[in-house]
């Protein structure tokens, strides 16, 4: 037990937490977005697989990280368009418009990458991201190390929180886009454009999903492997609802995640001799059990999964 | 662009949906194979003659069907009830689990008890899983969809410490348990082929599935809290009964899925025991209206899709994988064709 009691062990293990929160961070403020415009994005899965497999390709062509990131947020946007013409536009069932994008993109991903890259016995890797230590506060002892020397994408995610809590709660296009979520009737007689609205945060949720697959193929890892998201998409989506449609919350929700899933490689690379699958097991089983304790009070945007058409008020 | 109601369509055109669905999927698919650089008259040739021109490749589809239809019912039976089954993948490994353990720890009893217990542990395993969600979601109000994929990922882990502990075979550092007892595997049907029972029992499982859903009450119930659950337990039927109900049968399908897998194709538990069957089982669900002869019938489509890829991706060298979007594209392609079905489309500048 002594080991675990270290200095070096918490350090390591605070790095490892903010490592694994961040993809999932990326996805649980890209889906709040859709979410509270409205519309429920089960595409996120298969979003960030392909965001993961579009930045890993594209920085391997070129060579560069932060076009591979952008490349990611891009094919984020794409898909999420298309998710738009389907639930909003044409008004299709969001859950299997959703699952129809993340099974299309899962393989989309597969089949693009296996055409470039062919079948190699060892798969190609990148020079990932590199940890960027921020000056004085990195120098603090434990949190230090594990917060403020990071990659820059994790001060993104980090950043991204508040700024995505004041989009909504403190600017009119919050106010539009949560009024669009709870009641499109009456956002529409005020005159905002409700599908548009929900289109917007559907493509700037799809952004982040996608930057938050390629901080996977690019910083986590340095390849791409098919089934590198892992259901993070699907976590992030619980996140959301153990959030309760809150980005602080919602963060908190995935810095848990991400605690549980680095204790489980730390106390696996300790040789604890408990098989490391029941480990792996313990992120996803605590996922459950939170929903339990909070989806009796979870509070959903009224209007999530309804399609709106003038025509069909009430 | 507007999108308002039409008036309902004949029923013929209804039954034409799903073909219509197919046949657009099949030519979009010529975008991938142009991708990948396939030539096209070659591409589907070798994909319809991969999967059906020989009596092997005919049965072999047959074969990879069965799985399908078992996830396929399994999904449509649940999506009916508006239980959001997103879990056939994982209570299909709970099946396979349950059926390898019985297999492999066979009891000296005749064949055909031995047989009934297998199956009978797969559809149980499947079914309590199922079971899981479908008691938080009526107990609890958790999120169906969110609790049935991540206990896919539960079960697939499970699976893993299964097979590299106490399911492992002995000697062996593979993940990979020891062989099922031969009196436990599905026999073989006809000689020169793959075909076994598992196939007929989907075939049953289509029967029993239409029977349930529309000649008992319980069918009927299913149906009811489906449309509208607020109705019908004003109709005085007890909802949470149903979707449990529903999800054990669902979960049960999807669990035989994965006992055919083990005593009649690999006769192994594998951590590749099923490379997403469940979840196809979606589109395929999807694809056939949730009807269970609708069902079978998509089912076989895309095994034609799967088996008939591995031919064409020897022939002309486009990826497997182009399997996989195919049955994204038809998923996408059926909703499409099933909204203007019921409404009318009409694209106006505004």
New interface residues.
């Given amino acids: 037990m002594e080991q675990v009691m270290t200095t070096a062990f918490v350090t390591g293990l605070l790095a490892a937490m903010m490592r694994m929160a961040t993809p999932i961070i990326f996805g649980t403020l890209g889906e709040i977005l859709c979410e509270r415009a409205g519309v429920l994005n089960?595409g996120i899965e298969g979003i960030m697989l392909m965001g993961a497999m579009t930045g890993f390709l594209t920085t391997l062509t070129t060579g560069s990280l932060w076009l591979g990131v952008a490349a990611a947020a891009l094919v984020g946007v794409l898909l999420s368009l298309f998710m738009a013409f389907?639930a909003v536009?044409?008004?299709?069932?969001q859950?299997?418009?959703g699952?129809?994008?993340?099974?299309?993109?899962?393989?989309?991903a597969?089949?693009i990458y296996?055409?470039a890259v062919g079948s190699p016995v060892n798969p190609p890797t990148v020079r990932p991201f590199t940890q960027t230590a921020i000056p004085f506060l990195s120098g603090i002892p434990i949190l230090g190390t594990a917060l403020f020397n990071q990659y820059v994408l994790v001060y993104i995610a980090l950043l991204l929180v508040p700024l995505v809590w004041i989009l909504l709660y403190r600017t009119s296009w919050g106010l539009a886009i949560r009024t669009v979520g709870e009641n499109p009737f009456a956002a529409d007689t005020v005159g905002i454009d409700v599908n548009l609205t929900r289109t917007l945060c559907l493509a700037a949720g799809g952004a982040l999903m996608g930057v938050g697959g390629a901080f996977l193929t690019l910083a986590h890892q340095n390849m791409f492997l098919i089934d590198v998201v892992?259901?993070r998409g699907?976590?992030a989506?619980?996140m959301v609802?153990f959030g309760n449609w809150d980005p602080a919350k919602g963060m908190a929700g995935a810095m848990i995640f991400g605690f549980l899933d680095a204790l489980q490689l730390r106390l696996q690379g300790l040789g604890f001799n408990i098989?490391f699958?029941?480990f792996?097991?313990i992120p996803?089983?605590m996922?459950?059990v939170a929903?339990?304790g909070v989806?009796?009070r979870?509070a959903a945007p009224a209007g999530l999964l309804k399609p709106y058409?003038r025509?069909?008020k009430g | 662009?507007i999108?308002?109601?039409r008036a309902p369509l004949p029923g013929w055109i209804q039954l034409l949906v799903p073909v219509g669905a197919v046949l657009a999927t099949l030519v979009l698919s010529a975008i991938?194979i142009l991708?990948?650089g396939g030539d096209l008259w070659l591409s589907y040739v070798s994909l319809f003659r991969g999967a059906l021109g020989t009596r092997y490749n005919f049965l072999e589809t047959c074969v990879k069907a069965a799985p399908l239809t078992f996830t396929g019912l399994a999904v449509a039976f649940a999506f009916r009830a508006k239980f959001?089954n997103?879990g056939a993948e994982g209570q299909l490994l709970a099946g396979a689990i349950a059926a390898a353990w019985v297999g492999i720890y066979a009891p000296p009893l005749p064949k055909a008890v031995v047989l009934l217990l297998v199956c009978a542990a797969g559809f149980l395993a499947g079914g309590a899983w199922a079971t899981i969600p479908a008691l938080?979601k009526t107990k609890?109000?958790?999120?169906d969809?969110?609790?049935t994929?991540?206990?896919?990922?539960?079960m697939w882990?499970?699976m893993?410490?299964l097979l590299?502990?106490p399911l492992q075979m002995p000697g062996s550092s593979w993940p990979r348990s020891p062989a099922v007892a031969e009196i436990a595997r599905f026999p073989v049907l006809l000689i020169r082929s793959r075909f076994h029972l598992g196939i007929v029992l989907a075939l049953v499982a289509v029967l029993v599935v239409w029977f349930v859903n529309s000649k008992t009450v319980f069918g009927y119930q299913s149906r009811a809290v489906g449309v509208n659950p607020r109705a019908a337990a004003f109709g005085g039927i007890d909802v949470n009964a149903v979707v449990m109900k529903t999800a054990l049968l669902s979960g049960g399908l999807a669990g035989l899925a994965g006992v055919g897998e083990v005593v009649a194709i690999h006769f192994h538990l594998l951590m590749d025991i099923s490379p997403g069957f469940g979840?196809s089982g979606?589109?395929i669900a999807?694809l056939g209206r949730l009807h269970p002869v609708g069902t079978v019938l998509s089912a076989f489509f895309f095994s034609v899709i799967i088996v008939g890829a591995q031919s064409m991706s020897r022939l002309t060298g486009v990826?497997t994988?182009?399997?996989?979007?195919?049955?994204?594209?038809a998923?996408?392609v059926m909703?499409?064709a099933l909204?203007l079905t019921e409404?009318r489309?009409k694209a106006v500048r505004d």
């Fill in positions: 089960l389907l536009y044409l008004g299709l069932s859950h299997v418009s699952l129809g994008i993340t099974l299309f993109s899962t393989g989309l597969m089949f296996r055409l892992g259901g699907w976590i989506v619980a609802i098989p699958h029941l792996l097991i996803y089983l996922t459950v929903l339990v989806s009796r979870a058409r025509e069909e | 662009m999108v308002s109601k991938p991708i990948a959001w997103i938080l609890y109000r958790v999120d969809v969110v609790t994929l991540l206990l896919n990922y539960v882990h499970l893993g410490y590299f502990g979840y979606i589109v999807m990826p994988y182009i399997a996989e979007v195919i049955q994204g594209m998923l996408i909703l499409i909204l409404y489309v």
